[in-house]
């Protein structure tokens, strides 16, 4: 059986930056659950930051790739710089995956560690151009392949295809 790593938050976790959940309710996660095929995760907390948290963004919204090369900060709100803590939060996801054999994602949309298709700009005036989060950029680049939560139908495709 395919596992599935999936955003913490997404799941009901209480892991956010503002100490709240972005829980989906959506049938097939649920019955991914049910059959015991996810592998709950949530980067930026096992990277070691706290929650609640000021909120990060990628600096000039470069994109996980930039600072996985080290060419792109990702910083807090506050001005304070947590790369490092998203960079190990991306290689704890990869280790998580890797683990449990994992070789699809299903991560939260717009963040800087999950987006996989936007991120926001780096101004914190809520702007999204697009772009994929520290995590999504690192998973994808050791061929896990990664969904947002609004591409479930496409990300049950992908499962069929995987154990095919």
Known sequence: MQRILVSACLMGRRVRYDGGAKTSADALLAGWRAEGRLVVFCPEVAGGLPVPRPAAEIEGGAGGAAVLSGDARVLA???SDVTAEFVAGARAALEAARSAGVRLAMLKEGSPSCGALAIHDGT???RRVPGQ??????LEAHGVRVFTEDQ????ADHLRDLEA
């Open 77 to 79: 709100s506050d001005g």
């Open 133 to 138: 989060g520290v995590t999504t950029a690192l």
């Open 152 to 155: 479930l139908p496409e990300a």
């Open 124 to 126: 914190f005036g809520g």
